[in-house]
């Protein structure tokens, strides 16, 4: 009888600890466990921070260009697949500011070039870092797959990967910041285009769910991400050509990689694309140089079964459910929130914004607004974007 009495108090305490420790892997991360270093790259005048802009097409923002700026490299956490490793990304902060700055979390598009990564500046540009010029504390993370994380495959349109990696640059940057003695307020913006966009709906949607408390969100902008993969799906298996084979390469092999399926290239596209795309993705292209070495008719581009499979509803069903599990088709943003997207985008199409708009409307989301770009195509619609969203972020930044 004792000795059951002992074994029911061991077994009541173990208990007890393993429900312990579950509480303590379920909680997210601290800033101060997230964040690794911070390094410092160089401060530039704003006036050579004018010049850049002229140079870099975005030349109606020098007005709003007002302050120097000190960049730093920051090496952070983030979970992929169960483990904690390093990530990186650029931190900009403004001299000499009159006031307690805010933060600014600015999403990059689409790269396939390591080099292009933010945390390379001032070789790598991605025309975000201005925000820091214009009074806010920007960071910029580079994902999963680019930076010091270039030994892991990007996950390319992953919603929780994609959301998780900002939230945590953003927990790690605060804790920095605050050990540097560096004031900001307790606003927080987010603002991106083309993955960029998508990124920040997913950063939204993690700050919204699980962070609500601690890291309100002030305004968002995003342009131009694919938020309805399925209706992307839909719309490119319906069409005879796509502009961007490139875009579609990575996400299969985003896919593949980070859910472990581990299918041939050859299962997704035709020879001799599929011998090809392992190292038109390993970083040491652009964008435009792996579009050159593809097709953009996609009855040439796919395998043929797998390209007939894509209208058959019963086939190809993982990869289908992957595609609907990355998509925001339940999801309502709380916070103040603008949409864009150009009415001419050749490569993410307007309709995945206008489902996702209306979808949002007709969930009782009355914080949404959606400005369509006359005309745009996936290029030219950046600016007009950032023309209409800086000043609406200056006007909340009160």
Known sequence: MKKQVRFVSYFFVFLVFVGCQKDKMDTPPT??????SATSITTIPKTLLQAQAVTAGYGQFVSQIKYDVDFRKIIYK???????????????????????????????????????????FPAAFTGFELFAAGGFVTVIPDYIGFGVSTNVKHPYYDMQLSGTTVVDMIKATKHYLETEKVAI?????????SEGGYVTMAAQKELETNNASTLPISAVAAGAGGYDLTGMLSTIAGAPTYASPAFLALLLQSYNTTYNWNRPYSDFFKEPYASKIPALLDGSKDQAQVNSEL????SALFNPTFYA????????????QALTNNSFL?????????LYHGTNDEAVFYNTTVSTFNRF????????????????????????????????MLSLDK
């Open 185 to 193: 307020s307790n606003r927080l913006f987010l603002v991106g285009y």
């Open 295 to 298: 097709t953009t008719t996609t």
């Open 309 to 320: 499979n894509l209208t058959v509803p019963t086939a190809e069903t993982t990869l289908k």
């Open 330 to 338: 339940t999801w309502v943003p709380k916070s103040p929130t603008r």
């Open 361 to 392: 409307k007709a969930a009782g989301a009355n914080n949404v607004e959606f400005f369509p770009i006359p005309n745009g195509t996936h290029t030219s619609s950046i600016e007009p974007m950032m023309l209409n969203a800086l000043p609406w």
């Open 78 to 120: 983030t979970n992929y697949k169960g483990n904690l490793i390093n990530v990186s990304g650029l931190l900009a902060i403004p001299k000499n500011f009159p006031g307690t700055p805010s933060m600014l979390s600015a999403q990059h598009g689409t790269m396939f070039k390591y080099t292009e990564a933010p945390s390379n």
């Open 31 to 36: 800033g101060s466990e997230l964040f690794v």
